[in-house]
């Protein structure tokens, strides 16, 4: 128990005076976070709304394929970008094992189908409400997604806040893809696995407590969200 | 602008839906001019049929042809029972239906505001709006698009008394001259304020077609002279 303590003020010290491995881990994985969230909401909220205001043949069965990857397990997610860039994999040439950018690449085929999936529940029930109005007026296919869009605003905010939380607690995709290396691919969630393991407990603590910070202040920001809309819309979806 | 040369003919009209006919075979030859009631219960069929008009729903079979005039598809709005109103500006709420912004249609937009009542509001979150604003609103946004057919649903089966009053003194006096206007309702004495015509329908059959006079003063079915007199609702 005192061992627990002893660590735990360790890492407020390492916190609060800002420990450069400390810094550069969370830096990279904010990074990291940030490509991830911005590409899969550029791809997944126009592509949620267009399945959502759309029908097309196989439209059910790209719904339901997109729904059913949610639950993509990170390791398995892992493994498959792993075998493409490996050296021997189709795409080993651009040397992107171990690196960065490949992280942001897993951590896109996980985050994306969340982002496209809740984006669609979302504006499937406005488009309920607005389908016939934007027929009547003949409005253009791409001004009715964008309108769509605009008017969910503030639940797509929630939508991009989910991917965050998502994005920046994922270890087993990353770690496998990432290698974990020393000041190149380090993140909060791989270095907590690396430093637990090695008993050094006041960088593990010390990053999850920040971990821990991100979650609560992202969930806080959603209630707040939500009560401004609510405050200033008069009326829920 | 729809004239008196305009006919609207419809031929052997239906809908079904899941094996239930809700407009039987219809047959009508319908004023391009003033102000046509589409009367009768609820259920009855006048939603489906006005919907049918608009365009937003497709016959089983027959058609509906416009002659004599240059009416299109282009040049039908629709008002809804509820109202639409997307979550922005009440200004930007009559915009959006535009294909293109001109500064003579924004001016347009806060003169067809203020005709409404609602030009103080322009700057206003549409959906702070009460009811009855916000079916004007959707009023002016059908009007600001130059339509040659007006379709109205009920459009003041919600609201209050006030702007009922306002919409029915501006479709009366401002647009019936220029446009065709199709009214919905179940409200005889609404219809007695505002129709030229009356389309009288009872269980998916229109059974009564006459100018608004005869059909107050001599109306022709058993089911008409129920309905005038409150014994079907």
Redesign the interface.
């Known amino acids: 128990m005192n061992d627990i303590s002893e660590a735990f003020v360790s890492s407020l010290g390492l916190i609060l005076f800002l420990d450069a491995e400390l810094l550069e881990i969370i830096l990279l994985s904010f990074r990291i976070t940030f490509y991830a969230v911005l590409i899969s909401s550029i791809l997944g909220i126009p592509l949620g709304a267009f399945l959502a205001s759309t029908h097309f043949k196989f439209r059910n069965t790209v719904v339901s394929i997109l729904f059913g990857m949610m639950g993509l397990p990170p390791v398995v997610v892992g493994l498959f970008v792993y075998l493409i860039f490996s050296r021997s994999g189709s795409l080993g040439w651009m040397g992107l094992l171990y690196s960065p950018t490949v992280m942001i690449i897993a951590q896109v085929i996980l985050i994306l189908p969340i982002v496209c999936c809740l984006t669609f529940q979302i504006i499937e029930s406005l488009h309920t409400r607005y389908h016939e109005f934007f027929r009547s007026y003949r409005i253009a296919k791409l001004k009715s997604v964008i309108a769509y869009i605009v008017d969910s605003r503030f639940e797509l905010t929630t939508v991009v806040l989910a991917g965050i939380g998502r994005s920046i607690s994922e270890v087993g995709a990353i770690i496998i893809v990432g290698g974990n290396i020393d000041h190149i691919t380090r993140v909060m969630t791989t270095a907590i696995a690396l430093e637990t393991s090695k008993g050094n407990l006041d960088l593990a603590l010390g990053l999850g407590i920040i971990l821990l910070t991100t979650a609560i202040v992202l969930n806080g920001f959603i209630l707040f969200l939500r009560g401004k809309y609510l405050k200033t819309s008069g009326s829920t979806i | 602008m729809a004239s008196e040369d305009t006919q609207i003919r419809i031929n052997g009209l239906s809908f079904d839906i899941e094996g239930k006919t809700l407009l039987h075979n219809t047959n009508l030859s319908l004023n391009g001019d003033g102000i046509t009631v589409f009367l009768g219960a609820n259920g009855a069929g006048k939603t489906i049929f006005l919907k049918l008009l608009?365009?937003?729903l497709t016959p089983c079979s027959g058609s509906i042809t416009f002659e004599g005039g240059n009416i299109s598809?282009?040049t039908?709005?629709?008002v809804?029972q509820e109202p639409?109103i997307?979550?922005?500006t009440v200004l930007k709420n009559m915009l959006?239906?535009l294909e293109k912004i001109t500064s003579e249609k924004s001016t347009l937009a806060k003169e067809l505001l203020s005709l409404m009542g609602l030009d103080t509001k322009e700057h206003q979150?549409a959906?702070?709006l009460s009811a009855g604003e916000k079916q004007r609103l959707c009023l002016a946004r059908a009007i600001i698009?130059d339509p040659e057919i007006l379709l109205l649903d009920e459009p003041t089966a919600n609201i209050e008394p006030n702007s009922t009053t306002l919409i029915e003194k501006y479709l009366i006096q401002k647009v019936r001259s220029s446009r065709k206007i199709f009214f919905v309702t179940h409200d005889i004495n609404q219809a007695r304020r505002l129709a030229d015509e009356i389309v009288f329908i009872h269980t998916g059959r229109v059974i009564e077609h006459s100018s608004a006079k005869n059909f107050f003063e001599n109306p022709k079915t058993r089911e008409a002279r129920k309905y005038i007199s409150g014994k079907i609702n």
């Open positions: 608009t365009g937003l598809i282009k039908r709005a629709f809804s639409v997307l979550r922005r959006f239906v979150n959906l702070t698009t």
